[in-house]
């Protein structure tokens, strides 16, 4: 008899029936092996897995296409498997457990055949971390397993983790045939256990990023009583050196990765990244709350990324050290052998192959890098990364942000009254969609804590449980709402954006030091304009008025969709929740009544 990791690894070998089984040990030499199979022996869609790009200009940089079905995470195929649908909740996608075992079974019969299986042991988190949790995915895909490296703590000390214990978190992935009719993404939250079969994009494919850090461990964290989110993690430095830690929930491709490593145009402010996506957030032991980040590289959305809007990510993705850095599905200049997207350079390249492999030119009337492109890089490649990344005991969160993309009706920064008010803040928020899933685009979707696609359980009880937090903690950190996206009448952005969002971190950082003070309108407490350090810009007249600027009927219509899209929950909404409703809407009438 082997250990329990040993025989669930037989066990699902049995099942695949993959031609040979290999053990990952995470080393760097492992790692050049891993790419050399994917430039000379691994194959999909008939060409390899990987191509060397420009080793000058793009040191240990590899380009990978995913198949042309397989480019986005696919939320109707993605499943919740509870033992019953009221746990899985109104906005999860469910399916008994035992019938969704039984037809996972019969896709991923054999579907190794002729291919290896990587046994890829990880730790999500440091290994000396309380917070860490140690797992193990098994997939036939190089480009998962070079990937994993990237993003996580992949090697022996996981093993030594699990030693002959069944407490790790599995996850059984296969790129199958591909076949979107044949695609699925399931989890069972009782048994810790992801099965993830016909797609090898990365939020389907590497399970350890959404799959295991938002879904699962929600669920584990509503039990255990922490929070799993999608947020990023930084350090904000004031010039007389003191620290303060912020944690921050967007939707994806609204912003976070540029916020997370963003350059401050503000002398003696500097931002420190910890993490640009995934926060387990853990009450300490002295009350406070407590953030690590449990990846270790960015899966960002390449489209947009430039010296422009982002050099710390450039500069990342150029450090070339023992990792390798993996563009995928970015088109590809021709002349020069370098990944290619829209916004890298002012100009188009004359001779470009799209995301796809084939020949471009501007008159195909598409994208030569497909929008959801992507890049997969070490966090430890980061100029900005903060010392504290590898604290086993995260770092003290002072302000939460909640942020999203919205032309109109949100202002650009506000407060919560306090905790309560926040998590409805969180609750209620929506964001105009983006090419990061598979759904139409700039549509407003109610998207709570950005975490509707990746909770794991009721989002009803998760309202509940941020709740329940804020009460365990004697000083709960301060909710923020951000919106950098606002437009006026003629489409223009109000806010300057990108580096410039400093300028509301500083003042976000000094309403936690108690160093400013704000005015209140209907939605929360806003910045007294002199309080914001514009120093330096050209701001047009009248728009600063505009960015906290109260619409009542666009209120009107905001407190409508709010209300539909909490009724779906019946009953098991916290009334918290309605309070904080019916507050707001006496709040906008009043409003409306001193402007008489």
């Not at 890098?369 to 086993?392: G, K, W």
Request: a negative charge; one cysteine or more.
């Amino acid at each position: 008899m082997g250990t329990p990791l040993e025989e669930w690894v037989e066990e699902q070998a049995r099942l695949t029936q993959p031609e040979r089984i290999y053990w990952c040990d995470g080393s760097e030499e492992e790692a050049h092996r891993l790419i050399e199979i994917g430039l000379k022996e691994e194959k999909l869609c008939g060409r390899p897995v990987f191509h060397e790009l420009n080793q000058k200009l793009w040191p240990n940089s590899y380009l990978h296409r995913s198949h042309p079905t397989d480019v986005a995470r696919t939320e109707h195929l993605t499943f919740v498997c509870h033992p019953d649908r009221e746990t899985a909740g109104p906005t999860n996608n469910w399916m008994d457990p035992k019938e969704a075992k039984e037809l996972l079974t019969n896709l991923t019969k054999g579907c190794m055949k002729g291919r290896t299986m990587y046994v890829l042991p990880y730790m999500m988190g440091h290994p000396n971390s309380p917070y860490a949790r140690a797992c193990v995915q098994l997939t036939d895909s190089v480009y998962v397993a070079v990937s994993m490296r990237i993003m996580t703590r992949m090697g022996k000390q996981a093993l030594e983790r699990i030693g002959n214990s069944e407490d790790f978190v599995r996850g059984l992935h296969s790129i199958g045939d591909l076949d979107p009719n044949r695609r699925f993404i399931m989890h069972f939250p009782d048994e810790n256990l992801v099965w993830s079969i016909g797609s090898g994009y990365g939020g389907n494919a590497l399970l350890g990023k959404k799959c295991f850090s938002l879904r699962i461990a929600s669920w584990l964290g509503y039990h255990q009583g922490w929070l799993a989110e999608h947020m990023i993690i930084i350090g904000i430095e004031a010039p007389e050196g003191d620290i303060t830690y912020i944690a921050a929930a967007f939707p994806s491709a609204c912003g976070k990765t540029n916020l997370a490593m963003l350059e401050s145009p503000l002398t003696g402010y500097k931002v420190w990244t910890l993490g640009d996506d995934i926060a387990w957030l853990n009450i300490g032991h002295d009350g406070r709350l407590y953030a690590i980040n449990p990846e270790t590289g960015f899966f960002g959305v390449a489209p947009g990324t430039s010296e422009k809007t982002n050099p710390n990510m450039m500069r990342t993705l150029k450090a070339g050290t023992f990792y390798p850095t993996l563009f995928t599905n970015t088109a590809l200049n021709v002349e020069t052998n370098e990944p290619w997207w829209d916004g890298l350079t002012e100009t188009v390249p004359s001779r470009l192959l799209d995301w796809q492999g084939r020949p471009w030119d501007l008159s195909f009337g598409e994208k030569a890098a497909h929008p959801n492109s992507r890049f997969t890089v070490s966090i430890y490649q980061c100029p900005t990364l903060s010392p504290e990344f590898d604290n086993p005991k995260g770092v003290p969160i002072s302000a939460i942000i909640f942020g999203a993309r919205r032309s109109a009706t949100v202002p650009l920064v506000y407060e919560s009254f306090n905790w309560q008010h926040g998590v409805f803040i969180g609750a209620s928020m929506a964001s105009e969609t983006t090419p990061a899933a598979v759904h139409q685009v700039g549509v407003l979707r109610r998207d709570p804590m950005a975490m509707l696609p990746f909770c794991g359980y009721n989002m009803a009880d998760y309202f509940r449980h941020w709740l329940e937090m804020g009460r365990r903690m004697p000083n709960p950190p301060k909710i923020f709402f951000v919106n950098w996206f606002r437009k006026d009448e003629s489409g223009e952005f109000l806010w300057l954006g990108f580096s410039e969002n400093m300028r509301v971190l500083k003042w976000i950082v000094e309403r936690v030091k108690g160093k400013v003070g704000s005015r209140e309108i209907p939605v929360g407490f806003v910045p007294h304009l002199e309080d914001l350090d514009l120093e330096g810009l050209k701001i047009p007249n009248g728009h600063l008025e505009k960015l906290f600027a109260v619409n009542y009927d666009e209120w009107q219509t905001e407190l409508e969709d709010i209300r539909k899209f909490f009724e779906q929950f019946g009953d098991r909404l916290p009334t918290e929740l309605w309070q904080e409703y019916h507050a707001l809407k006496k709040r906008l009438e009043r409003l409306v009544r001193c402007s008489m």
